[in-house]
C-alpha cells in the first residue's frame, strides 16, 4: 500500500476510493472492498485508457486521411484557403459578456500564419497532422454541405453528415476526457444528439437500451468505425480479455453495458 501510494499519490486514488463508498441508514461507509480493489480499478482505468486511445487513434488518422482525400479530389490540394467552402462567421457570447467571433476559415488561416514563418500557401496534407483533433473536426462541421462532406462520413460507415458530426463529436469529447487520465468508467458523457440507425452493412448495436451518454456507446461506436476503416486493431478480444481479469471490480452497469452485450454480433470474438 505505501509503495502504490508513493506512486500514484492518495488524490489520484479518490475517485476509485469513492466508488466503493456508500451511505445507508447507519451512515458512510465502505462496501466490502479491500485496498487491492481500489488499486484494480485504478488498473484496469490505465489500460482502460490504452485501449481507447489506441482505437481512438486509428480512427483520427482514417478521419484526417478522408478528409484530406475528398477535399483535395473535389476543390484541389489549396481548398482550405477558399473562403465559399466554409459556413458563415458566427458571434457566440463568452462568459464574461464578452462576443467573439468563430470561423473555421479564419482559424486555420491564422494557424498557419503563426505555424509557418515564411509567408505563402501551403497544400493541406502538408499542415493536416499539424493542428490537432478539434481543429479538424472543426474544419469539418463548419463545411458548407457538399457532396465530398458527405463521401467523409460514409468512409467512415455513417451515411447522414448530422449523424457522423455526433459520432465523431462524441469520439472527440472521448479523447480530450481520457487525455487526462480521468477515470473512464465513472463518467457520464453527454446525451448524443443523432444517434446511429441505420449502418452501411457493418455490426452494428441490436439492442435498444443503450444509454447514449455512457462509454459503452463510444467503445460502440470506435469499434463500429474500425470495422468500416478494415483495421487490424481487432477492438473486441481486447476488451473481453481487459474485462475478465479486472470482473471483480470493473462497473460494467455504471459503464452503460446491457446484460446481453456479448452476444451483440461486434462484440463476438471471430
Not at 487513434?57 to 481548398?79: I, K, L
Not at 480530450?176 to 441505420?198: G, T, V
Amino acid at each position: 500500500m505505501e509503495q502504490q501510494l508513493k506512486e500514484v499519490g492518495s488524490t489520484a486514488l479518490m475517485d476509485y476510493f469513492l466508488h466503493f463508498w456508500q451511505t445507508d441508514e447507519e451512515g458512510k461507509h465502505l462496501k466490502s472492498a479491500s485496498w487491492k480493489d481500489i488499486c484494480q480499478l485504478f488498473e484496469f482505468n490505465e489500460k482502460f485508457i490504452g485501449l481507447l486511445k489506441t482505437a481512438g487513434d486509428r480512427v483520427e488518422m482514417a478521419f484526417r486521411e478522408q478528409v484530406a482525400y475528398q477535399m483535395e479530389q473535389a476543390f484541389g490540394s489549396y481548398w482550405h484557403y477558399d473562403e465559399n467552402l466554409f459556413k458563415a462567421p458566427c458571434e457566440k457570447n463568452l462568459q464574461d459578456g464578452r462576443k467573439a467571433t468563430h470561423s473555421a476559415y479564419l482559424e486555420i488561416q491564422k494557424f498557419t500564419g503563426v505555424y509557418f514563418k515564411q509567408q505563402g500557401e501551403y497544400p493541406f496534407r502538408y499542415i493536416m497532422f499539424k493542428i490537432n483533433f478539434r481543429q479538424m473536426f472543426h474544419m469539418y462541421t463548419c463545411l458548407r454541405p457538399c457532396p465530398a462532406k458527405e463521401r467523409i462520413a460514409e468512409a467512415l460507415g455513417i451515411p447522414h453528415v448530422a449523424t457522423f458530426e455526433s459520432s465523431m463529436y462524441a469520439i472527440e469529447e472521448l479523447r480530450n476526457f481520457y487525455s487526462h487520465l480521468n477515470p473512464m468508467w465513472a463518467k457520464r458523457y453527454k446525451e448524443i444528439r443523432y444517434c446511429l440507425r441505420y449502418p452501411l452493412y457493418y455490426d452494428w448495436l441490436k439492442s435498444p437500451a443503450v444509454r447514449s451518454n455512457s462509454i459503452y456507446y463510444r467503445l460502440c461506436l470506435l469499434n463500429y468505425i474500425l470495422q468500416r476503416i478494415g483495421s487490424d486493431y481487432e477492438l473486441s478480444p481486447l476488451l473481453h480479455k481487459l474485462l475478465k481479469k479486472y470482473k471483480k471490480v470493473v462497473p460494467l452497469p455504471e459503464m452503460g453495458f446491457t446484460e446481453d452485450w456479448e452476444e451483440e454480433s461486434m462484440w463476438k470474438c471471430k
